[in-house]
């Protein structure tokens, strides 16, 4: 498998970085992601992109230009929250 170029997941890495987004529906893999809303954290040198949807795990997608769907609406935004996930220096709650 090739890895993409530097300069390319730079790019993606600047556009995507702490957008927040949702599991487009029909996609099968993300079938157990539908209505939730989650943050893309980073893309990494492999050109996925490394999602939080707030249950502790941050997941690997895959072609997510593809498969995600930026949150635009305010009250959609509202969905997500930033406290519960893992990756914090105090968790406020642990699984």
């Known amino acids: 498998m090739a890895f993409p170029e530097k300069a390319a997941v730079?790019?993606?890495k600047l556009l995507?970085?702490?957008?927040?987004?949702?599991?487009?529906?029909g996609v099968?893999?993300?079938a157990r992601f539908a209505g939730k809303?989650?943050?893309?954290v980073t893309v990494n040198f492999n050109g996925k992109a490394?999602?939080?949807f707030g249950d502790g795990c941050w997941y690997d997608v895959a072609?997510?230009?593809?498969?995600?769907?930026?949150?635009?609406?305010?009250?959609?935004k509202l969905k997500?929250?930033?406290?519960?996930?893992?990756?914090?220096t105090h968790p406020t709650r642990q699984s």
């Open 10 to 12: 730079d790019a993606l």
């Open 16 to 25: 995507w970085t702490d957008r927040l987004v949702t599991a487009k529906p």
């Open 28 to 30: 099968p893999v993300l």
């Open 37 to 40: 809303v989650g943050r893309v």
């Open 50 to 52: 490394l999602v939080d």
């Open 63 to 76: 072609d997510f230009e593809r498969v995600l769907d930026e949150v635009t609406a305010e009250a959609d």
């Open 80 to 88: 997500y929250d930033p406290t519960a996930n893992s990756a914090q």
